[in-house]
């Protein structure tokens, strides 16, 4: 398997970044994560769409995606599965927040990962998380490398627990500090609005898309708790995790239901055998 | 007068930094930014005890000061002025937002710098920023490598603006985007509290102090617009600027007033001839 930390900087095979990149001093950048199966990456489109897209916000010059390909190509073609990050951030530049110039580095580097069958099927144990999200993020939406309030939130809970489910200052449940998250109540399906804080996932989109798709009705509105625990299923949803059910909310029991398991087999019959 | 980017990372003189450091992946890690004057860093005392506060926040491991001092002077030691950052970041760890270990990276470098006097005495050039700082941010008052607000923001204006302000969702007035601020009226000073959202600066303490020894009262408390507006003097700090009175803050004109002037005076009679 894959070891950690094997990584193409601007095209070169290095472990090492100039200490002046403004990812490092300011997050100034934005990342992806997602599975490559003998170096083909999973839902590409979709990754490279959302990449683009914080590009464009962020005033970042998107790097050539052959020049990104190839780097997940050569890192990731021996293994049957490995998760890939892409890192696109703004070079070292003069000290100071304001941008002075066009230069761009990408980082592309490879990880150990196997896909999580068990969890996807036999679901997992989440709880909430106290921290609430700041709002209005100005970066709402996107994959940022401003990535200190998953940082805390993570530290609230430990494993057995999985996940932990973030609220906004109004108590709205927003996501996962590391997925999207969907309940399913009477066949249809509806995950939070991100246009005040949260990233949209490309796994969240991919879902919705093969919910309407299938003709499960799909809403974006806003989600409290009681709404969450009234459920009859809740599940997270990443590029890497695919789908898992939660089967345990902080003691709040759902059962393993059959709408995620049924998008689960969608995913699985469009092409990705990641997602078994 | 040095070059931009001369830095030492642990200890170790290089220009570059593990690609899996945390600084990078998440913002997972602290700066300083200070004056050293031929190698003495300035308000080191302050500087020091906000990034330990900020290290036990996050939970980092605080690099030993000795090193950190040697790593200043061996890169600032010939120089008249030099400014120096010091981040101190999360180091290298397996993928994902979960610490799994307690290694730490420190990172000084060394940045052109010359004493801003003229601005000190004839003031400069503000502007509102559209950019609202959300809240409540789990990080307020610390120097995080989060700083994309910062970056955002500072894309709203250009010089001869020096400087933007910004302002909370409620539309109180914060701080600007890289420094804080203070308004005098009838020769009070005030300045707004930073618990939501915001950096506690370094030069902010040092003038509070510096006011309250000098029999200046001085209130912590929110400031809307019109309370700004309405001042006899606005002015802004932070460890490089020092202070800058405000002369122009979107076509609105204040005086350069006494109590800035006074302030300055006693900084420089503190013994810091940097900020003449």
Chains 1, 2 share one sequence.
Request: glycine letters at 10%; hydrophobic letters at 45%; proline letters at 7%.
């Amino acid at each position: 398997m894959r070891q950690e930390g094997e990584s193409i900087v601007n095209g070169q095979r290095t472990d090492a970044l100039a200490i002046g990149n403004r990812g490092l001093h300011y997050g100034d950048g934005l990342f992806e994560t997602l599975v490559a199966a003998k170096g083909q990456p999973l839902l590409w489109d979709r990754h490279w769409q959302r990449l683009a897209q914080g590009c464009e916000r962020l005033d970042l010059v998107l790097p050539a995606p052959g020049a990104i390909r190839a780097a997940i190509a050569e890192l990731a073609g021996a293994e049957p599965f490995c998760a890939v990050k892409i890192m696109v951030t703004r070079a070292a530049q003069a000290r100071g927040y304001r941008p002075s110039g066009r230069g761009t580095d990408w980082i592309v580097s490879t990880h150990p990962w196997m896909p999580p069958t068990e969890e996807r099927h036999a679901g997992v144990q989440a709880t909430w998380c106290r921290l609430r999200l700041a709002t209005p993020n100005a970066c709402a939406g996107m994959k940022t490398l401003n990535r200190l309030e998953q940082v805390l939130a993570q530290r609230e809970w430990k494993p057995p627990v999985r996940e932990g489910l973030m609220q906004d200052p109004q108590g709205l449940v927003i996501e996962g500090t590391m997925s999207n998250i969907f309940v399913a109540k009477a066949g249809g399906l509806a995950t939070p609005p991100l246009t005040d804080c949260g990233i949209a996932g490309v796994m969240r989109a991919a879902v919705i898309d093969a919910a309407m798709r299938h003709a499960i009705p799909v809403s974006i509105e806003p989600l409290t708790r009681a709404r969450i625990e009234q459920a009859d299923e809740l599940f997270l949803t990443n590029s890497l995790i695919g789908i898992w059910p939660v089967r345990d909310l902080a003691g709040h029991a759902f059962d393993v239901g059959p709408v995620s398991q049924r998008l689960l087999a969608i995913l699985q019959a469009q092409g990705d055998a990641a997602f078994s």
